[in-house]
């Protein structure tokens, strides 16, 4: 019988189905926004000693993983150290790096040809000894404080292409396979290996206190080499002292306290539970890629092992769930419920206080509340309610490392939020790039985007088409440079594409985000010389008359959907119609959508979950579904589709339409991916899986049942006006930013639309 607790359980059963509730508004396991009502944040701005250092207030940025950010010798440079900086002088009083990996010459999929990294490194001293010691200094000048993470290893999550390059297998505690490739072993480790990394961490923190840094921070969750070493899913030595799960983790502490001194802050994250067996059920955790990692720690285990880290020299935790195999949740995307964790800090808590845990200095252990906690009043109940001592904000300081500056002035509506895409903090630098973000430009580039715009040498007059979010954000920075701009926009509402795409309750960020492109260009308006026209659908001929200095298209884009005999005859309405306006539904209750990407994925959830009665299909041409999208996130839709009934076809065509079918090519080869698999990731194009089994086409027409089609099949540039306003040389500049250039994503909108803001 599978291993399941019911507290685990019952949290993730509701991380699909939480739209369905009623009232549970800026509240835990619901939707939130950014609203002030708890102004002043006393608790969030209080003081909060660890071991012998005193962290100015309740708020933690999270590891957010500076992957490609130092020098490939590992050298901390200019990159990361502005990256830090920046939330350091926004007002947080912990920072804590991404991942440091201790492991080199271990673990051989953190090491590149050549002896270089895309990881940061504290290992090789005086190489890289000034640049850490910049970076502290810089942190310590705004009064932050600031911790290393090391991580002993990724592991069986760590990059397999080592087996290609250095013909050397990836490693673990035991014989696992790998994440990304599951048919290649991890190798398990020898314990003089182990032995090594233990050293190798107590090197680390001496080094790390020398530089100036606050503290030591351990990589203990998501199921990397560390919990691979402390978790019995992946543990399953059987002889040598490490076959006890908990003692690598246990000896690692105590040489990190052995060099870093008795003062030494050392923290922990880990999570309460893998939740794998809960996720996935009996079925799923039969799958080859999961079958051995059935036997978790339970909560009970995992409480009584962070007991003993206190024990051995542990001063505070962060804690979550889940790991690579579910990433969603130690990931949380858009779609999961805010304060998601809370539950989980909460149960860590109460335990320390029932059993009066203190660290070695004597003091309570503080728990560290993450996941989805970026809304301030929020995060300011959630310590009140002492559901956690402090709060960790990752992607939120990202989005707007001014946050807390933000949040304890008061002005919260000025917060600009995160929208849980995850493009450009995790796809970046899964895709070979750095951290950066999709809402705000500057997050990466720090050190090369000055954080005051200067004002324009030569003022002009522009007209801006189109009040997308690359519209609105090029024409509040042009109007703040001294430019004198016109935004025109044809219909009664800002924000394109993001409008309909704010409907589903899963995406809350999103009618967040929509709200502050709204004030601030209200803002603006009030401010700086900026018209905004509504429901105004200018012409070649109005913008010539008007004698514009500049145009700038940012019109977004326009339907893709190929011409299918039979489209007339059956009832069908584009997805994002249908979101603006449900009444379009009607009594359908067989619904078959066309376009299996993020649009149409999401779309289906609105109806699986928030339309009563719906019996709903996605249709898919391509292999995956949601491809291109970050991992967690798609893996969150799709688990959740599952759990609802919607069925996922993929490797399908559409043929034709009858009154009430869809007609579609299915192909039944045995390869074809299951579409339910969210264990596994989809591998960037650029890296070819050899192992990749062959995909056959076994062609089978098959009739969907349809009282409603909903078409989701992507839209392509829309840049007709563009083009017609070079040949009719509307204006002496044209400039063609966000969709209509490009469709893609939120994040090179919002790009485009600095980068030009910044020099016209």
Known sequence: MLKKDAFVQQLIDSYGNWVCAADNHNCAGGSASMTSELYPYSRMFSPIRVNGVTIKNRLVMAPMGNIDMAEETGRPNAKMQQYFFARAKGGVGLITTGLIPISHGIDHSITELGGLSYFP??????????????????????????????????????????????????????????????????????????????????????????????????????????????????????????????????????????????????????????????????????EKALKKFKNGRTVEQTLDYMVNLVKAGVDMFDVDLGCYDNWWLPHPPAGMPAGCFLDVSKLVKDRFDELKVVSNAGIPVPVVAVGKLGYP??????????????????????????????????????????????????????????????VNPRTGFEEIMPEAISPAETKKKIAVVGAGPAGVLFATMAARRGHKVDLYEKTSRIGGKIVPGSVPRIKFDIQNYLLYLENELKA?????????????????????????????????????????????????VEATDLLLDDKILGN??????????????????????????????????????????????????????????????????????????VVIEKNTHKNVPNPYNTWQPILPENIENPLAPKLGNVPELVSLDADLVVLAMGGRPDDAAYLDGLKELVAPELYNIGDSFSAGRVLEACRAAYALGTRI
């Open 377 to 438: 009043d929020l995060a300011e109940k959630a310590l009140r309610d002492d559901m956690c001592d402090m709060v960790m904000l990752g992607r939120p300081l990202l989005a707007d490392p001014e946050w807390p500056n933000k949040a304890y002035a008061g002005k919260v509506s000025e917060i600009r939020p995160c929208i849980g895409c995850q493009e450009g903090c995790i796809n970046e630098f899964v895709d070979g790039g750095h951290p950066q973000c999709a």
């Open 121 to 286: 490194r504290i290992d090789r001293s005086r190489t890289v000894f000034s640049g850490w010691r910049d970076l502290a200094q810089g942190c310590h000048n705004y009064g932050a404080r600031i911790f290393v993470q090391l991580t002993p290893g990724l592991g069986r999550v760590g990059n397999p292409q080592c087996l290609i390059t250095q013909t050397k297998f990836p490693v673990s505690a035991s014989l696992n396979p790998n994440f990304y490739i599951p048919e290649i072993p991890c190798m398990p480790l020898s314990g003089g290996k182990l032995h090594k990394i233990i050293k190798n961490a107590g090197q680390a923190t001496a080094d790390a206190k020398a530089a100036g840094l606050d503290g030591v921070y351990l990589h203990g969750h998501e199921g990397y080499l560390l919990e691979q070493l402390t978790n019995p899913a992946f543990n399953r030595r059987k002889l040598g002292k490490y076959s006890d799960w908990q003692r690598f983790g246990i000896d690692i502490v105590k040489e990190i306290r052995r060099r870093g001194g008795a003062k030494y802050p050392i923290m922990y994250r880990i999570d309460l539970s893998l939740a794998l067996n809960e996720t996935y059920g009996e079925d799923g955790m039969n």
């Open 588 to 661: 359908a209750k067989n619904i078959v959508v066309i376009g299996g990407g993020v649009v149409g994925c999401e779309t289906a959830y609105w109806l699986a979950y928030e339309k009563a009665d719906c019996n709903v299909k996605v249709v898919e041409m391509l292999p995956y579904f949601m491809k291109g999208t970050c991992t967690a996130n798609r893996g969150h839709i799709i688990h959740y589709l599952k759990d609802q009934g919607v069925e996922l076809i993929n490797c399908a065509m559409v043929k034709e339409f009858d009154e009430k079918h």
């Open 524 to 572: 603006a308006q009030k401010a700086y010389d900026l018209d905004v026209h509504m429901d105004t659908e200018v012409t070649i001929e109005q913008l010539k008359n008007k004698k514009y200095d500049a145009v700038v298209y940012a019109i977004g884009t326009k339907s893709g959907t190929p011409k299918i005999p039979g489209l007339d005859k059956v009832k069908h």
